[in-house]
Protein backbone atom coordinates (compact mmCIF):
# COMPACT_ATOMS: atom_id res chain seq x y z
CA UNK A 1 0.00 0.00 0.00
CA UNK A 2 1.27 3.73 -0.59
CA UNK A 3 2.24 5.87 1.88
CA UNK A 4 -0.47 8.46 0.09
CA UNK A 5 -3.73 7.69 -1.63
CA UNK A 6 -5.57 10.37 -4.13
CA UNK A 7 -8.48 10.02 -5.94
CA UNK A 8 -7.04 8.88 -9.87
CA UNK A 9 -9.05 11.92 -11.69
CA UNK A 10 -9.00 13.21 -14.00
CA UNK A 11 -12.11 15.33 -13.12
CA UNK A 12 -13.45 17.65 -16.01
CA UNK A 13 -16.22 20.18 -14.69
CA UNK A 14 -18.28 22.87 -15.79
CA UNK A 15 -17.74 26.51 -14.57
CA UNK A 16 -19.46 27.16 -11.08
CA UNK A 17 -19.37 23.23 -10.08
CA UNK A 18 -18.79 21.78 -6.70
CA UNK A 19 -15.82 19.16 -6.65
CA UNK A 20 -14.09 17.29 -3.80
CA UNK A 21 -11.15 15.17 -3.90
CA UNK A 22 -10.33 12.96 -1.08
CA UNK A 23 -6.84 11.13 -0.07
CA UNK A 24 -5.80 8.62 1.85
CA UNK A 25 -2.62 7.81 4.27
CA UNK A 26 -1.00 4.90 5.62
CA UNK A 27 0.85 6.52 8.29
CA UNK A 28 -1.84 6.71 11.59
CA UNK A 29 0.79 8.33 13.13
CA UNK A 30 1.10 11.51 10.92
CA UNK A 31 0.85 15.12 11.76
CA UNK A 32 1.30 17.77 9.14
CA UNK A 33 -1.09 17.49 6.06
CA UNK A 34 -1.20 19.97 3.20
CA UNK A 35 -3.04 20.45 0.04
CA UNK A 36 -0.15 21.79 -3.41
CA UNK A 37 -1.14 22.97 -6.48
CA UNK A 38 0.82 22.23 -9.48
CA UNK A 39 0.27 23.96 -13.14
CA UNK A 40 1.54 22.29 -15.88
CA UNK A 41 5.07 22.60 -16.33
CA UNK A 42 5.83 24.35 -13.11
CA UNK A 43 6.36 23.50 -9.36
CA UNK A 44 4.29 22.85 -7.00
CA UNK A 45 2.72 25.54 -4.84
CA UNK A 46 0.92 25.56 -1.21
CA UNK A 47 -2.59 25.63 -1.71
CA UNK A 48 -3.85 25.51 1.70
CA UNK A 49 -2.86 23.60 5.04
CA UNK A 50 -4.93 20.87 6.67
CA UNK A 51 -5.56 21.34 9.98
CA UNK A 52 -7.40 18.90 12.44
CA UNK A 53 -10.67 21.26 13.19
CA UNK A 54 -10.66 22.29 8.88
CA UNK A 55 -10.13 24.86 7.90
CA UNK A 56 -11.57 27.12 5.11
CA UNK A 57 -9.90 29.78 2.92
CA UNK A 58 -12.71 31.43 0.23
CA UNK A 59 -13.95 28.99 -2.36
CA UNK A 60 -11.67 25.59 -0.90
CA UNK A 61 -12.38 23.98 2.46
CA UNK A 62 -9.78 21.20 3.46
CA UNK A 63 -10.86 18.58 6.32
CA UNK A 64 -9.02 16.09 8.04
CA UNK A 65 -10.49 12.51 9.75
CA UNK A 66 -7.66 10.93 11.84
CA UNK A 67 -10.15 8.40 12.33
CA UNK A 68 -10.19 6.95 8.71
CA UNK A 69 -6.60 8.36 8.04
CA UNK A 70 -8.33 10.82 4.85
CA UNK A 71 -8.17 14.16 4.00
CA UNK A 72 -10.40 16.35 1.78
CA UNK A 73 -10.26 18.91 -0.36
CA UNK A 74 -13.95 20.77 -1.25
CA UNK A 75 -13.53 23.50 -4.22
CA UNK A 76 -16.61 25.31 -4.78
CA UNK A 77 -17.40 28.06 -7.78
CA UNK A 78 -14.82 26.10 -9.62
CA UNK A 79 -13.59 28.91 -11.96
CA UNK A 80 -11.48 28.35 -15.43
CA UNK A 81 -8.08 29.41 -13.12
CA UNK A 82 -8.79 26.23 -11.03
CA UNK A 83 -7.38 23.82 -13.78
CA UNK A 84 -4.63 22.16 -12.52
CA UNK A 85 -3.26 19.12 -10.59
CA UNK A 86 -3.70 18.71 -6.91
CA UNK A 87 -1.45 17.18 -4.37
CA UNK A 88 -2.10 16.43 -0.98
CA UNK A 89 0.97 16.08 1.29
CA UNK A 90 1.46 13.92 4.40
CA UNK A 91 4.47 14.67 6.96
CA UNK A 92 6.16 17.72 4.49
CA UNK A 93 7.79 14.56 2.28
CA UNK A 94 5.12 12.33 1.09
CA UNK A 95 3.19 12.96 -1.80
CA UNK A 96 -0.01 11.68 -3.57
CA UNK A 97 0.38 10.99 -7.19
CA UNK A 98 -2.20 14.26 -7.51
CA UNK A 99 -5.47 14.23 -9.09
CA UNK A 100 -6.35 16.77 -12.36
CA UNK A 101 -8.83 18.96 -12.41
CA UNK A 102 -10.16 20.70 -15.81
CA UNK A 103 -13.07 23.67 -15.22
CA UNK A 104 -14.71 24.04 -18.71
CA UNK A 105 -16.69 27.04 -19.58
CA UNK B 1 14.55 37.11 -6.75
CA UNK B 2 14.62 35.44 -3.05
CA UNK B 3 13.25 32.18 -3.59
CA UNK B 4 14.66 28.71 -4.43
CA UNK B 5 16.86 28.41 -7.40
CA UNK B 6 17.89 25.43 -9.14
CA UNK B 7 20.47 25.05 -11.83
CA UNK B 8 20.72 23.88 -14.91
CA UNK B 9 17.47 24.39 -15.73
CA UNK B 10 17.86 21.67 -18.51
CA UNK B 11 20.54 18.44 -18.61
CA UNK B 12 20.86 16.33 -21.55
CA UNK B 13 23.35 13.51 -21.15
CA UNK B 14 24.45 9.95 -22.25
CA UNK B 15 23.89 6.77 -20.84
CA UNK B 16 26.66 5.95 -18.16
CA UNK B 17 27.72 9.71 -17.50
CA UNK B 18 27.76 11.91 -14.42
CA UNK B 19 25.62 14.83 -13.37
CA UNK B 20 25.58 17.08 -10.86
CA UNK B 21 22.75 19.74 -9.69
CA UNK B 22 22.68 22.41 -7.54
CA UNK B 23 19.67 23.77 -5.51
CA UNK B 24 20.07 27.32 -3.53
CA UNK B 25 17.44 27.31 -0.88
CA UNK B 26 15.65 30.20 0.73
CA UNK B 27 18.98 31.51 3.19
CA UNK B 28 16.58 31.66 5.94
CA UNK B 29 15.32 27.93 5.40
CA UNK B 30 17.10 25.34 7.50
CA UNK B 31 15.61 22.12 5.82
CA UNK B 32 16.43 21.10 2.12
CA UNK B 33 14.81 18.40 0.17
CA UNK B 34 15.17 16.73 -3.16
CA UNK B 35 12.75 15.00 -4.94
CA UNK B 36 12.06 13.81 -8.22
CA UNK B 37 9.13 13.49 -10.78
CA UNK B 38 7.68 11.75 -13.81
CA UNK B 39 5.06 12.83 -15.94
CA UNK B 40 1.39 12.28 -14.00
CA UNK B 41 2.98 11.69 -10.88
CA UNK B 42 3.46 13.51 -8.21
CA UNK B 43 7.02 14.40 -6.21
CA UNK B 44 9.15 11.48 -5.27
CA UNK B 45 10.59 11.91 -2.14
CA UNK B 46 14.95 11.28 -2.26
CA UNK B 47 16.20 12.93 0.51
CA UNK B 48 16.34 15.84 2.37
CA UNK B 49 18.28 18.09 5.45
CA UNK B 50 18.26 19.70 8.15
CA UNK B 51 21.17 22.24 7.89
CA UNK B 52 24.06 20.24 7.31
CA UNK B 53 22.64 17.08 7.95
CA UNK B 54 20.73 14.31 5.85
CA UNK B 55 18.45 12.99 8.18
CA UNK B 56 16.36 10.98 6.12
CA UNK B 57 17.04 8.90 2.27
CA UNK B 58 14.86 7.02 0.63
CA UNK B 59 14.91 3.48 0.11
CA UNK B 60 14.23 3.84 -3.67
CA UNK B 61 17.42 5.67 -3.78
CA UNK B 62 19.77 3.49 -5.08
CA UNK B 63 23.46 4.34 -4.46
CA UNK B 64 23.75 6.08 -7.57
CA UNK B 65 22.39 8.69 -5.81
CA UNK B 66 24.27 11.28 -3.74
CA UNK B 67 23.62 14.37 -2.28
CA UNK B 68 25.73 17.18 0.04
CA UNK B 69 24.62 20.28 1.59
CA UNK B 70 27.78 21.69 2.99
CA UNK B 71 27.90 24.35 5.71
CA UNK B 72 23.68 24.03 5.21
CA UNK B 73 23.33 26.46 2.70
CA UNK B 74 23.63 25.09 -1.05
CA UNK B 75 23.19 21.45 -2.06
CA UNK B 76 24.35 19.33 -4.78
CA UNK B 77 22.49 16.21 -5.99
CA UNK B 78 24.91 13.87 -8.20
CA UNK B 79 23.67 10.93 -10.07
CA UNK B 80 26.64 8.62 -11.37
CA UNK B 81 26.22 6.36 -13.98
CA UNK B 82 23.57 7.63 -15.45
CA UNK B 83 20.40 5.42 -17.05
CA UNK B 84 17.10 6.54 -18.97
CA UNK B 85 15.12 5.69 -16.13
CA UNK B 86 16.74 8.64 -14.36
CA UNK B 87 14.97 10.89 -16.84
CA UNK B 88 12.71 13.04 -14.67
CA UNK B 89 12.60 16.60 -13.48
CA UNK B 90 14.31 17.08 -10.06
CA UNK B 91 12.84 19.00 -7.75
CA UNK B 92 14.42 20.96 -4.67
CA UNK B 93 12.43 22.71 -2.02
CA UNK B 94 12.74 24.25 1.64
CA UNK B 95 11.21 25.19 5.04
CA UNK B 96 11.52 26.42 7.74
CA UNK B 97 12.02 23.17 10.12
CA UNK B 98 8.98 22.63 12.32
CA UNK B 99 8.50 22.07 16.19
CA UNK B 100 7.74 19.15 17.57
CA UNK B 101 7.56 17.19 14.74
CA UNK B 102 5.63 19.20 12.80
CA UNK B 103 6.57 20.42 9.15
CA UNK B 104 6.11 23.21 7.45
CA UNK B 105 4.90 24.96 3.97
CA UNK B 106 8.00 24.16 1.10
CA UNK B 107 8.88 26.36 -1.57
CA UNK B 108 10.35 24.62 -4.86
CA UNK B 109 12.31 25.54 -7.07
CA UNK B 110 12.01 25.51 -10.76
CA UNK B 111 13.49 21.88 -11.01
CA UNK B 112 16.18 20.41 -13.28
CA UNK B 113 14.91 18.58 -16.27
CA UNK B 114 17.10 15.48 -16.79
CA UNK B 115 17.30 13.35 -19.58
CA UNK B 116 19.30 10.63 -20.22
CA UNK B 117 20.10 9.43 -23.85
Known amino acids: RKEVEQDPGPFNVPEGATVAFNCTYSNSASQSFFWYRQDCRKEPKLLMS???SGNEDGRFTAQLNRASQYISLLIRDSKLSDSATYLCVVNGMRFGAGTRLTVKP | DTGVSQDPRHKITKRGQNVTFRCDPI?????LYWYRQTLGQGPEFLTY????????KSRLLSDRFSAERPKGSFSTLEIQRTEQGDSAMYLC???????????????FGPGTRLTVL
Open chain 1, 50 to 52: VYS
Open chain 2, 93 to 107: ASSLGGAGGLWNEQF
Open chain 2, 49 to 56: FQNEAQLE
Open chain 2, 27 to 31: SEHNR
